[in-house]
């Protein structure tokens, strides 16, 4: 007797909770997409994976360096610090520039001025790809598309970067 | 590149641009409590080394799986079993083969080797993911970079 008033409980009680977790689901559906619409800056705020890649605006020139910094990633069950680099200058127009280094070839990384023959280029030291300084590739060299650029911040005088962004065919 | 199934994909569609096997030889024994802290981190640090250098010159490397061996062994025995699996990496155009080491035994043998050897002493490991440490391993794979790439020119 005792057991089955036992099992209803328990079948309410897992109602019950369904219920509510189902309504806050729902709950969930119905106002997000509501909060994107009419509040683009909480949409904004979702790229928050921006990240502080420790470079003070100031010091960034003419000329391209190299920076590195690392992000926390969540892979499936996983979260491991993945380091990621950047070749970041300013250009003739004074706009701050942060290339990706990853080759568009096969994916080696690029270094700037990496060959002596080839001054005020990048330079793969795979199979010889180059670039100019604001990332097109050079005709004649196997990379097919300009260096991928990273999205951009400023916050507070630093330089802050997210994902790359593909350049397209040249 | 790694030896993952889209890698190898990738591979036979583009052999003429992966010319480079980097093999990571790495010594493993448990019967010894001291010693397996040793080549425990050793090959931690190894591990973070060889993707390091992968990451670098992915297009034209070939990262392979350790070849693992007995710390206890006599390393004399395992020049033909290292020489085998060479071979059978020559089965494809692979320019040049080169293994990665901490373990300074194979220095003696590496005249009956088919591959390069590129021998470095340990890093003394402290915490592994400390700054330092990982500056250390940045740097260390910058230089090693700079040594494959001698081989290509
Ligand atoms: S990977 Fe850069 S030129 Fe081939």
């Known amino acids: ?170 | 590149m790694k030896w993952k199934r889209s890698d190898l994909q990738q591979y036979v569609q583009a052999k003429e641009y992966i010319d480079t096997i980097l093999l990571p030889l790495v010594p493993i024994q448990l019967s010894n409590d001291e010693e397996t802290d040793k080549y425990s981190a050793q090959a931690e640090v190894m591990s973070i080394l060889a993707n390091g250098i992968e990451k670098e010159l992915t297009g034209r490397t070939m990262l392979l799986p350790n070849y693992n061996y007995l710390k206890t062994v006599d390393i004399t025995t395992e020049v033909q079993r290292l020489n085998n699996w060479t071979v059978d990496m020559q089965q494809q155009p692979f320019a040049h083969i080169t293994y990665i080491t901490f373990d300074s035994r194979w220095k003696k043998e590496e005249k009956g080797l088919i591959g390069n050897l590129l021998w470095m002493p340990a890093v003394q490991t402290g915490e592994i993911h400390s700054k330092e440490m990982q500056r250390i391993i940045r740097d260390q794979v910058g230089q090693t970079v700079e040594l494959i790439r001698s081989y290509w020119n």
């Open chain 1, 1 to 170: 007797m005792s057991d089955e008033k036992q099992q209803v409980s328990r079948r309410q009680f897992l109602n019950y909770t369904l219920t509510g977790v189902g309504g806050f689901m729902a709950a969930g559906l119905l106002i997000s997409p509501i909060r994107m619409a009419i509040d683009p800056v909480l949409k904004g705020s979702s790229g928050g994976d921006l990240a502080n890649v420790g470079l003070s605006v100031d010091d960034i020139t003419a000329d391209p360096q190299r920076i590195d910094w690392s992000v926390d990633q969540v892979d499936g069950w996983y979260e491991s610090e993945v380091s990621r680099s950047a070749w970041v200058y300013k250009n003739d127009n004074d706009e701050i520039v942060a290339f990706s280094p990853v080759c568009k070839h096969l994916g080696c990384i690029v270094s700037w001025e990496g060959s002596e023959q080839h001054p005020n280029e990048y330079f793969c030291p795979c199979h010889d790809g180059r670039y100019y300084k604001d990332g097109t590739n050079v005709p004649g060299t196997p990379p097919l598309a300009p260096l991928d650029v990273y999205e951009q911040e400023v916050k507070d005088g630093m330089l802050f970067l997210g994902d790359v962004i593909p350049q397209g065919e040249a």
